[in-house]
């Protein structure tokens, strides 16, 4: 009977170190959910064809699990999900085997940095969410580290990408971006954002929702131009070292959500803000006095405007 069955939900019971074997033989499986400490995967996840969800929780924080060569004959699989710092795929064949033509939502993998990352996101041609952790070593000497996320992934709306360091001494690194141009989603994390890369990523014509988690901007200061990000429903931003964030007018035209988390030394808010119709609410977490002080004064404009609906949060952790 057990060779019958679909469901196979382990995702909150500590398996140890080794993926049992005896899970390649539930060939009728549909889903999956493991959890624990294991590092490999055996080749016999490949018997499970009829796979469509694969979840692996992964407790060995700083280490990547890695996938054999028969991972690409789960053709049916449409959601992989891996613990931090995600999963890394076998090299082993993967240039003749199949692509997964199914997978939708891809969370996490771990890409080498620099590394081929456009060669490997081919073999996703259908994915619609990704995640993504750059895996960067400290042996890397280039100040810039440019992600290039082929044009291929057409279906591709929703993108996170954050920096994973592998040891030693940290050095601080620009990062560029070649991204697929219909992204209505965009998360960045743990990484120094330089002009050209706030360009290309200000310049999505559809992106609805932007998160920047605890990012750097060169010179401590973000400047938006006149039409950047105009259909953005939701921004979040944290950014400790940030002092100042200026944009113009008529910017936000969509703006429905504000978060702003750890911006502790924040002055400068954008006036734009002040005049934003859609604005629901906004959300200061452990910011400025300034910042606080700031948004507070955007409220009493938007009501003189006519938007008594806005919300205003604050709170402090800590």
Known sequence: MAKLLRVLDLG?????DVFPSEIGMLVQLAFLAIEGYMTDIPPSIGNLSNLETLILNQLRYGKALSLPGTFWNL????????GTPG???????????????????????????????????????????????????????????????????SQLESLGISQFLTGGIYKPRKFEFSLPAKLKKLSLAFMDLCGRSLSTISKFP??????????????????MEEGELSKLRFLKLSSPGLLSWSAAEDQ??????????????????????????TLAVIQVVNCSKTAVELVKNIKEIQEDNGNSELEIITSWFG
């Open 206 to 223: 559809n992106l609805e929702v932007l998160k920047f988690t605890w990012v750097s901007f060169e010179g401590s200061t973000w400047e």
């Open 12 to 16: 909150k019971i500590n398996l140890g």
């Open 87 to 153: 999963c890394s795929f076998s090299m082993e064949n993967q240039a003749t085997s199949p692509d997964l033509c199914e997978l939708d939502k891809l969370s996490d993998v771990a890409i080498p940095c620099p590394g081929d990352m456009d060669g490997l996101m081919k073999k996703f041609p259908r994915v619609r969410k990704l995640k993504c952790n750059l895996l960067v070593s400290p042996k890397e000497t280039g100040d810039y580290i440019k992600v290039v996320v082929p044009e291929s992934l």
């Open 75 to 82: 053709q049916k699989l449409r959601h992989l999900s891996i």
């Open 252 to 277: 936000f035209e969509c703006l429905e959500k504000l978060k702003l988390l750890d911006c502790t030394f924040l002055e400068e808010l954008p006036s734009c803000l002040e005049n934003i119709p």
